[in-house]
C-alpha cells in the first residue's frame, strides 16, 4: 500500500475542459498533478494532465505521470475522489458552552477553570 497524501484541490467551472486540479504526494516524495476533465457529453474524469506536442503533420500525447500498475492508479484516483468528497460536505456547526463566566477583569488562572474538557476556546 502506497502513503498518498493530499495536498491541494481547485475547481475551474468556467474552463471548458478542466472542471478540478487535485495534487497528492506519493510515499512523500512524488508530487503527481491528476486533472478533473470535462468530456463532450457533460461526464467528468480524473486522469494524469497529457502535453500535446506536434512534428509536422503528426501529433503526439505524452503523459505527465503514469503508473505502471493499474491497481495504483485506481487506488490514486479514489484517494482523491475521497478526500473531494470530504471537502465538499457540508459541516456541522459545534456550539460550544463553557460552564464559567468571568468578569471582564478576572482571567482565568488555568485550563481547568476554561473548559473542564479541555477544549480551547478557538
Known amino acids: 500500500m502506497n502513503n498518498l497524501e493530499f495536498l491541494d484541490y481547485k475547481q475551474f467551472p468556467e474552463d471548458p475542459y478542466v472542471n478540478a486540479i487535485a495534487e497528492i504526494c506519493i510515499d512523500g516524495k512524488h508530487l503527481i498533478t491528476y ?3 470535462k468530456m463532450k457529453d457533460g461526464g467528468m ?3 494524469s ?19 505502471d500498475s493499474v ?36 482571567t482565568p488562572s488555568s485550563m481547568s477553570e476554561v473548559d473542564p474538557n479541555g477544549q480551547l476556546p478557538f
Request: charged share 20%.
Open 45 to 47: 474524469f480524473w486522469c
Open 35 to 37: 486533472c478533473q476533465k
Open 49 to 67: 494532465p497529457t502535453v500535446s506536442a506536434t512534428n509536422g503533420t503528426e501529433k503526439f500525447h505524452f503523459k505527465g505521470y503514469k503508473s
Open 71 to 106: 491497481k495504483l492508479n485506481d487506488q490514486i484516483i479514489r484517494f482523491i475522489e475521497q478526500n473531494v468528497k470530504q471537502m465538499t460536505l457540508p459541516r456541522k456547526s459545534e456550539t460550544i458552552t463553557y460552564p464559567h463566566t468571568f468578569a471582564s477583569n478576572t
